[in-house]
């Protein structure tokens, strides 16, 4: 039972002081088993699930192989590398903790400190809610009940604040300190650099003439820093590239150092916002959404050295 659990949820302490003493006989076949994790969350952008109901030394295996996989993502020395392996490792959680019981999705809550208690919904203490709420206007204090200092949820939004708790988690445990590399694990590292799309470089955007509102400075300055961006946030920046003439492609550049960037997905979300010719939020709004950061005596994004609106690409060149 316990093998079980840990092999979906090897990032529990419980997991970690298993693996300080159990012992894995295949050492080639576990290198390889991480291997492909780290080449599957970051080339993919997910990590398959895998069946539970194996035989010991296979589940021990699984979990073996996330410790073995922090290993390689470290050694690849990068934190774009590290923030997409995170987000897939979460997202592998997801999906576990979608199909398994109440129970256990209590015992992973417990596990990130989040308190949480079941009475017809989740009631989930508000600092952790606030802590680990995705960046996105359905997740906003205001529009939620509080009951006696707990937020109410639904069971699959509870999941998803676990997921934003298990990637927060993940990401600050890494890159690890580690010496004495063993050479297995040195030559899977080097494999999977050759296996994965390089690292993207932050796309270099500027208006001639002007500048662009603190509130999209600093989104552009968080992608810069392989930051994830809430679903609005994306919408907000996209919107308003658009609306300054910005090409689609360009676009995408901008939004391709995100650590679950999926150019598929990226692409049909701006080409659809293009089509639909959304407008650039107001002031207001971008404030609703948390996204205002200064007074910038305008009342919208786009009236912000109005002067400077042209065609531009990622490369800051006026087309």
Known sequence: MELSFYSKYPFTKGAKELMSSAKVSDEFKLSEMARRRVISAIKDGKIPIMSTELEDSQLLLQIASYAVSRMIVTLLKSRYYINRYAVAEAKRANAYLTRDSDESVLRIARELGIKCDIDGYYAVGFEGYLRYAPKSPDYKLVNRKLVRGKVRLRRAEFIRILEEAVRLKIESELPLKIENVPDRINDSAEAVKGEIPKEPKPASISLEGGEFPPCVNKLLENLKTVENLGHTARWALAVYLLNVGMKPDDIVKVFSTSPDFDE?????????????????PSCASMDFYGLCIANCGVKSPLGYRRGAVGKYTASGKQS
């Open 264 to 280: 598929r997905v990226t692409r049909y979300q701006v080409e659809h916002a293009m089509k639909r010719g959304y407008k650039v």
